[in-house]
């Protein structure tokens, strides 16, 4: 159930936000600006390479399905509570982006759960997927299955993370510059101590 309400949130986002505006994911056509190949074969290779990413991400519920235990343990309740919770956040940082951009086009989103960290969205999917391998751990080899969230920190902090930046510090300048000045890329402000005291400029 839970992973069928990640679905239905996500494609409902892509659906509003991006297909039925007709919006290209710009990370795409910057990626494909680089390849030394025909594009046809590079996002083929490319797709093949997010099917291998899809593999490691999913390594939770092959577990579950391999577990011979039936009954919810408290390990699974919780997992169960962070899920929904992350989900219910992820949400609420998207809609919070989403009015910004109406209100205040062209400009830095820096209030609310932006205020905390430059990709909110991220953070919550990663927990939620942190849930899902905790799952995991009903089978003897559960603990494989974290290889799903670390694999996913790697992917949001190490590319797409860098590129959503670098294509934001080129559409928004300095205000974007002073936006990483103020705020962290991924773990919220308020999970680092060190962070909160920080003096850092007024945000904008």
């Known amino acids: 159930m839970l992973l069928g309400l990640w679905g239905l949130r996500l494609g409902l986002f892509l659906w509003l936000t991006r297909i039925r505006k007709g919006i290209v994911d710009k990370r795409y056509l910057t ?6 190949i025909a594009k046809p074969l590079g996002f083929f290779l490319n797709f093949q390479l997010q099917g291998f990413f899809i593999l490691l991400l999913s390594l939770p519920w092959f577990f579950v399905a391999l577990s011979s235990e039936t009954k919810p343990g408290w390990l699974d309740y919780a997992a169960g509570l962070l899920a929904l919770v992350s989900l219910a956040a992820e ?9 910004f951009k109406k209100n205040h086009p062209g400009k830095v989103c820096n209030q609310g759960l932006w205020s905390y960290s430059r990709h909110p969205n991220y953070f919550f999917e990663w927990l939620i997927w942190l849930s899902f391998s905790l799952f995991s751990f ?3 080899f559960g603990w494989l299955g974290l290889i799903s969230p670390l694999t996913l920190y790697v992917l949001m902090t190490r590319i797409t993370g ?7 510090r080129q559409a928004r300048g300095q205000a974007y510059l002073d936006y990483q000045k103020n705020t962290p890329f991924f773990f919220p402000s308020w ?11 007024s945000k904008r």
């Open 31 to 36: 990626l494909s600006q680089d390849w030394k």
């Open 91 to 99: 949400t609420l940082a998207d809609y919070q982006l989403q009015i």
């Open 138 to 140: 009903s089978h003897a």
């Open 162 to 168: 860098p590129m959503t930046e670098e294509g934001s």
């Open 191 to 201: 999970l680092n101590p060190y962070w909160l005291f920080q003096k850092h400029p």
